[in-house]
């Protein structure tokens, strides 16, 4: 049987169906009625299993080792993800939600999710809502890492110290009026600051800092439950 086309029925796009639930707090019910479905599936699960006869060890252990490597997949699933690339600047220019309230929250605030789509939902949420917090995150274990490693320190004081020493002759020698000139040296300069980086080993301690800074944001934007924007908007003001 084939259905003809309505032609009274509307094409949504995914982003303004994602607007349209975020701002109408549908997100977050979505995402606890979900994890609530899941704890009551838990608990009504070892009723079931005593009303029956037959209940082996074996099942039992079968059921943990199951359970226990969907829980390792689901962590693994969200890490194949790129929140990062659904950000715009809009994300950025407002101001950071409070890091007590709203980012690290209460223990309540956080629950294993229950399916990868609940994990890829609040990821994808999350990152986009606290995005200058995991910025700024970011800069402070960069700020760690290079701490840890002088040399990478030394070095990217050293490249700073370069582009402002050009900047500085360039204003005062006036090469604005040489283009040609003035276009070696920024190759030049370019050339060594990459030397300079290269040598110092500022490319290792950047490695680090994004590798640490984009777990922790992943763990934390999996973990984290969603809250409503009313609320969440109440706090930035």
């Not at 659904?86 to 629950?111: A, I, N, R």
């Not at 360039?170 to 050339?191: D, K």
Request: proline share 5%; net charge positive; charged share 15%.
């Amino acid at each position: 049987m084939v259905f003809s086309s309505n032609p009274l029925s509307l094409s949504v796009p995914d982003p303004a169906f994602e607007t349209w639930l975020r701002d109408s707090g549908y997100l977050e019910v979505l995402d606890q009625r979900t994890s609530e479905l899941h704890r009551i599936s838990k608990s009504t699960l070892p009723t079931a299993t005593n009303s029956t006869i037959a209940a082996s060890s074996s099942s039992t252990a079968t059921g943990v080792f199951v359970s226990f490597f969907s829980r390792i997949f689901t962590i693994l699933s969200v890490f194949t993800l790129n929140p990062i690339s659904k950000l715009t600047t809009d994300d950025f220019s407002g101001q950071t939600p409070p890091w007590t309230t709203q980012f690290v929250g209460s223990c309540h605030s956080y629950c294993f999710p229950s399916s990868t789509t609940q994990a890829r939902l609040r990821v994808h949420e999350n990152v986009k809502r606290y995005a200058r917090n995991y910025a700024t995150l970011f800069v402070l274990v960069f700020a760690c890492t290079l701490y840890k490693m002088p040399i990478a320190l030394v070095g990217l004081l050293s490249s700073l110290a370069l582009w402002d020493v050009f900047k500085f002759c360039s204003e005062r020698w006036g090469l604005g009026r040489y283009p040609v000139v003035r276009q070696c040296l920024i190759r030049v300069a370019q050339c060594v600051t990459a030397v300079i980086l290269i040598y110092s080993n500022v490319q290792m301690a950047l490695f680090c800092a994004l590798g640490v800074s984009y777990a922790a944001m992943i763990l934390h934007a999996a973990f984290r439950k969603l809250t409503p924007v009313k609320q969440h908007s109440r706090g930035r003001r």
